[in-house]
């Protein structure tokens, strides 16, 4: 199954910012992660992930660092600012209320829904 | 790129890296530290299919193709960071059907169209001088040519932008009736004259100070509009409300370097006429100067279309370098005024006087934020703008103060009025634009919330504008 191109967009910053509250991460490692909690269902070209962090970083809900890593390359490092958490906590409350409407209107896939859309 | 290569050697992979460097620094929209994020990606990317058991060059090709299409890629780059080619219009019409890109391509151009439609700005600029000097003559009132200036002028621009820039009908139908409301109201409004004996100030001929501000408001308003027609449908959008004001800055700079120019020129015509007895002084003063003036609007346009790299290389360096004189004047006219502190009788032309300075602050401040990449950390220019900001918003209130108790003492008139009105926008602007920028030092809000918040105020400037031009009038008795 391929995620539809504005679902994608749509989701592609909560996604973001929530990668990033569980702490400081990369381009590289940001869709490493990706990859890894969607099974390579929510996909989208690599380059595509930076200009979405300029603009979160232009917003004020990422900061960002050069920094060396291991390897000895120069590497941008992104992390979640406090105006950050809360817009993703914003975030996470209308796609809450998202979820909820979606597993009211199609009660057969509830458990299936609830944990696509990460709700508890 | 060879895809066969031999791919022992570490190196190989180094010369294919750069070799896709090379290629995506054509593209504009990518800066270099964008690509240096991109090859420490590639390189990471590479890592991994290699440590797979790729081979480097197949692993590079992998990793290339995973990133994107490049015109995609771009695109998406572009969009994000419009302050690096604001100018080339890639993202207004249907995918960016952009004279450069047909030029680029090669194909040959309808005349009209090539070295960026100079033709048609020619024309247009040609047109505007024309339609300026038939009005002086159909009057023969320069006054009415100057009340008017900007009604007569500005179509000319914003049917350059009609052409350059394809707005929908909608757009360009509110454009039009702007237009048309401001040149009603200048014309039809039945402004006193005063005797010239009473008569307090003057501007070329003009003595009703509600036409005075009337004249100002339409500069504003139409300015406005022209404005509105470059973003076309986009109009909403903070991004290309930053355009307009990049363009109007830009604008700005052209004019009153072809104005130099053609001033210096022109006095050096006229001296060297009279150095053989033939006196040039009212040729140049009845034609060259209005149709050079109106024509230099649409010239100055055309040439932020056509040749930014030259300016946009400046923008940022005009601002860094008057942020700091300006700093510098605004405090000494706080230690002035805190020392005098005499403002309450002071004449009417210093409390305009120091509007006026107040206005090219906000204007300086705007310039510098669409001049700035909205990436970088903030610096000591930052800090050194927020002193300025201070500074200002001290003057705004010493000035608002005393304009309050001017206007206790004397009474409402449209002068003290307008005035007024416009310190309270600036009040609040440079108060919340203030309290940004200290967010945005001590990192609390990004950089978007600055350009947001003056972009927002560009309705704002445009609604006082326009009650300048239509309301105040009837309102004062056209006095």
New interface residues.
């Given amino acids: 199954m391929r995620i539809g191109k504005d679902l994608v967009a749509a989701a592609a910053t909560p996604v973001v910012l929530g990668i990033l509250a569980e702490g400081e991460s990369y381009g590289y490692a940001i869709l490493q992660r990706i990859t890894a909690l969607s099974g390579g269902e929510l996909e989208w070209s690599d380059g595509m992930l930076y200009p979405l962090l300029h603009r979160l970083e232009r917003l004020g809900h990422v900061h960002s660092e050069w920094r060396q890593s291991d390897s000895g390359r120069p590497r941008k490092h992104y992390r979640l600012s406090e105006q950050g958490e809360a817009v993703l906590a914003e975030q996470r409350r209308q796609w809450s209320v998202v979820g909820d409407v979606l597993s009211k209107v199609w009660p057969d896939d509830r458990p299936r829904l609830r944990l696509a859309l990460g709700e508890v | 790129m060879p895809i066969d290569a031999p791919h022992d050697l570490p190196t190989d992979l180094d010369a294919l890296v750069a070799s896709w460097r090379r290629w995506m620094q054509r593209h504009d929209a990518m800066s270099a530290t964008?690509l240096?994020?991109?090859e420490?990606?590639l390189?990471?990317?590479v890592?991994h299919f290699v440590a797979a058991g790729l081979t480097p060059d197949e692993a590079f090709l992998v990793?290339v193709k995973?990133?994107?299409?490049t015109d995609?890629?771009s695109r998406?780059?572009a969009?994000?960071?419009s302050e690096r080619l604001w100018k080339q219009l890639v993202l207004t019409g249907d995918g960016g059907t952009d004279a450069v890109d047909e030029e680029d391509a090669a194909r040959p151009l309808p005349f009209h169209r090539r070295a960026n439609g100079l033709a048609v700005a020619l024309a247009l600029g040609a047109g505007a001088g024309l339609a300026v000097k038939a009005v002086d003559l159909a009057t023969d009132d320069p006054a009415q040519v100057v009340l008017n200036s900007a009604v007569i002028v500005l179509p000319f621009l914003a049917l350059w932008f009609a052409w350059r820039r394809r707005p929908s009908l909608g757009v360009l139908a509110t454009v039009g009736a702007v237009f048309l409301v401001t040149g009603l109201a200048l014309n039809l409004y039945p402004f006193a004259v005063p005797d010239t004996a009473t008569a307090g100030s003057e501007v070329a001929g003009i003595t009703a100070a509600t036409e005075i501000i009337a004249m100002i408001g339409s500069f504003v308003v139409l300015w406005l509009a022209v404005g509105i027609a470059y973003a076309g449908s986009g109009w909403r959008d903070e991004r290309t409300r930053m355009d307009v004001v990049r363009f109007s800055g830009e604008w700005f700079v052209y004019y009153l370097l072809i104005a130099l120019g053609g001033g210096a020129l022109s006095a050096l015509t006229v001296a060297v006429f009279a150095s053989i007895g033939v006196d040039v002084m009212q040729f140049v003063g009845e034609w060259v100067l209005p149709l050079g003036a109106a024509g230099a609007v649409l010239v100055a346009a055309w040439l932020v279309g056509a040749k930014q790299r030259v300016i946009e290389n400046i923008a940022p360096v005009l601002t860094k370098v008057f942020t700091p004189l300006f700093t510098l004047l605004l405090l000494a006219l706080v230690v002035a005024a805190l020392v005098q502190w005499n403002l309450v009788d002071a004449s009417r032309d210093l409390l305009i006087a120091f509007d006026a300075v107040l206005v090219v602050v906000v204007g300086l401040l705007v310039y510098s934020i669409s001049a700035r990449d909205?990436?970088l950390p903030p610096g000591w220019f930052d800090r050194l703008q927020a002193l300025m900001l201070a500074s200002a918003l001290v003057l705004d209130v010493v000035v608002l103060i005393a304009m309050l108790g001017r206007t206790g003492e004397f009474g409402f008139s449209a002068n003290k009025t307008a005035s007024l009105g416009l310190n309270l926008i600036l009040l609040v602007n440079l108060a919340w634009a203030m309290r940004l920028q200290v967010g945005?030092l001590r990192?609390?809000?990004?950089?978007?919330?600055l350009e947001r918040w003056q972009t927002a105020m560009l309705p704002v400037y445009f609604a006082w504008a326009a009650i300048l031009v239509v309301v105040f009038p009837p309102l004062f008795g056209f006095a």
């Fill in positions: 964008d240096a994020e991109l420490s990606h390189y990471d990317t890592d990793a995973r990133l994107g299409a995609d890629l998406e780059y969009r994000e960071h909205p990436l945005f990192r609390r809000t990004g950089f978007g919330a």
